[in-house]
């Protein structure tokens, strides 16, 4: 008796490795996932430009890395006297302007390179749903807590989000011919509208991709919405706001993203540097006569490490370990 309706799994060829760099954009499973990645030590880069919902949004972001854009006053919105880009996360504000487009152009320079080089890129879409600047008409990333009354609020439909994202994987596919697209749904709800209106936000993202999926530049889709809306129907896999996933659940998720693509050796390689990027996370509220002997252990398996896998930067945990001595 089958008591679960596991969702099968896309195939991918081509795998991640320490030496595929990988980025990670849009909304939370890029972050959940990037995040993960990122503690085993691959090359990854996860929204440069914070947490990013809508996919108007996210193709913006991906243009501007695409052409290395360098932010000027032009780019920036001004509201009592706190300056901020709406085309980032809110993270992205400031009081001194000069600080803040020094910052975003520090971001854009990496994330660009980044870009250009990358082997794999992972596009979350959050929702359907995009707010606009009542005087430009442009899309924002975020309102930044600014008064409701200077957005417009509408639903995109999914052949509005197809015609925009075509462009951009346009620009990718020349940008960076060996780049590898994989999309992705946010298994998130956004129920503040209802929960009939988030079905149909989602239904738009997946027929936008359904489409997408189709040019040469995308390698595939790999289903996280369906996984946790199918395979985890249990309110155990819930987070207390019943909303977003718990760990448990993002977790399980993560092990069958890795399932897919990478290989044994290079899992087992991730697990161990995750476990020494996890241990510096504990705190020793000791002496250093306690701590000294943890260190002594953790450092021997940061050499173990380099030997079987010289390719990974461990020098910021071989220094925090030594310092506990």
Not at 35 to 42: D, F, H, T, V
Not at 138 to 153: D, I, Q, T, W, Y
Not at 189 to 210: C, E, F, T, Y
Request: hydrophobic share 40%; net charge neutral.
């Amino acid at each position: 008796m089958e008591l679960r309706t596991e969702v099968s799994l896309p195939v991918s060829t081509e795998k991640i490795t320490f030496l595929t760099p990988v980025m990670f954009i849009g909304s939370c499973f890029a972050n959940e996932i990037g995040y993960r990645m990122a503690s085993g030590k691959l090359d990854v880069m996860t929204n440069p430009h914070g947490t990013l919902f809508n996919p108007f949004s996210v193709a913006t972001a991906l243009d501007r890395f695409i052409n290395a854009h360098t932010y000027t006053d032009k780019d920036i919105y001004l509201h009592q006297n706190r300056y901020m880009s709406l085309d980032h996360h809110t993270a992205f504000s400031s009081y001194d302007r000069d600080v803040l487009i020094e910052r975003l152009n520090d971001v854009s320079i990496n994330a660009s390179g980044f870009l250009h080089r990358a082997s794999f890129l992972f596009v979350t879409f959050g929702t359907s749903y995009i707010f606009t600047l009542r005087e430009s008409g442009a899309v924002v990333a975020n309102c930044h807590k600014l008064p409701s009354s200077l957005f417009n609020r509408r639903q995109a439909t999914y052949s509005e989000i197809t015609e925009r994202w075509k462009a951009t994987l346009d620009r990718l596919a020349v940008t960076n011919p060996g780049l590898k697209v994989w999309f992705t749904v946010s298994p998130v709800r956004h129920l503040s509208d209802g929960a009939h209106a988030n079905q149909v936000s989602k239904a738009n993202l997946l027929l936008a991709i359904d489409e997408l999926v189709k040019h040469p530049a995308v390698a595939g889709y790999f289903p996280v919405y369906e996984i946790f809306m199918d395979d985890l129907r249990d309110y155990r896999f819930y987070a207390s706001d019943m909303v977003h996933p718990s760990e448990t659940a993002i977790e399980y998720i993560r092990e069958k993203f890795t399932s897919v693509f990478m290989e044994s050796p290079v899992i087992r390689i991730w697990n161990e540097a995750a476990a020494i990027t996890r241990a510096m996370a504990h705190r020793p509220t000791g002496g250093k006569e306690e701590t000294a002997p943890f260190a002594s252990v953790m450092l021997g398996r940061i050499a173990k490490l380099k030997e079987k896998a010289p390719y990974i930067d461990l020098t910021a945990e071989e220094a925090w370990f030594r310092g506990l001595f």
